[in-house]
C-alpha cells in the first residue's frame, strides 16, 4: 500500500533552514503528484507546495521564494527545502500523493498522506 515517511523536521531560529524529506514507497512514484501540506495548532491544513510528474511546481504565496520543492524519482523521494523560515510557518508538516500526473482538483477524495514531521520557528 502506498506508504509516506517524513523527516527533517524540528526547532529553528527565525531566519534558519530546514529541509524536509518523504520517503514513498507502494505506488509508481514518479508517475504521481506530489505535495506538502502544513497545519499550524487551530488552522485548517493548507497546500504549501506541490510538484507534478513533469517537476512543474507551484506554492503557496506565503511560501514563494522561500521555499522549494523538489523530488528525486530515482530514490522515491521528496524533498522541501525551506530557507528564510518565519514563526508563523511553525506547523506540522505533511507529505501527501494523490494518483495522478498533475496536481490540480481535490486533495480530499484523492490524496494519500504521511504522519507529518514538526517544524518550530523560534523568534
Known amino acids: 500500500q502506498i506508504q509516506l515517511v517524513e523527516s527533517g523536521g524540528g526547532s529553528v531560529q527565525s531566519g534558519g533552514s530546514l529541509r524536509l524529506s518523504c520517503a514513498a514507497s507502494?505506488?509508481?512514484?514518479?508517475?504521481?503528484?506530489m505535495g506538502w501540506f502544513r497545519q499550524a495548532p487551530g488552522k485548517e491544513r493548507e497546500g504549501v507546495a506541490f510538484?507534478?510528474?513533469?517537476?512543474?511546481?507551484t506554492y503557496a504565496d506565503s511560501v514563494k521564494g522561500r521555499f522549494t520543492i523538489s523530488r528525486d524519482n530515482a530514490k522515491n523521494t521528496l524533498y522541501l527545502q525551506m530557507n528564510s523560515l518565519k514563526s508563523e510557518d511553525t506547523a506540522m508538516y505533511y507529505c501527501?500523493?494523490?494518483?495522478?500526473?498533475?496536481?490540480?482538483?481535490?486533495?480530499?477524495?484523492?490524496?494519500?498522506w504521511g504522519q507529518g514531521t514538526q517544524v518550530t520557528v523560534s523568534s
Open positions: 501527501a500523493t494523490k494518483p495522478y500526473g498533475y496536481c490540480s482538483g481535490s486533495w480530499a477524495e484523492s490524496g494519500y
Open positions: 507502494g505506488f509508481p512514484y514518479s508517475t504521481y503528484c
Open positions: 510538484i507534478n510528474k513533469y517537476e512543474g511546481t
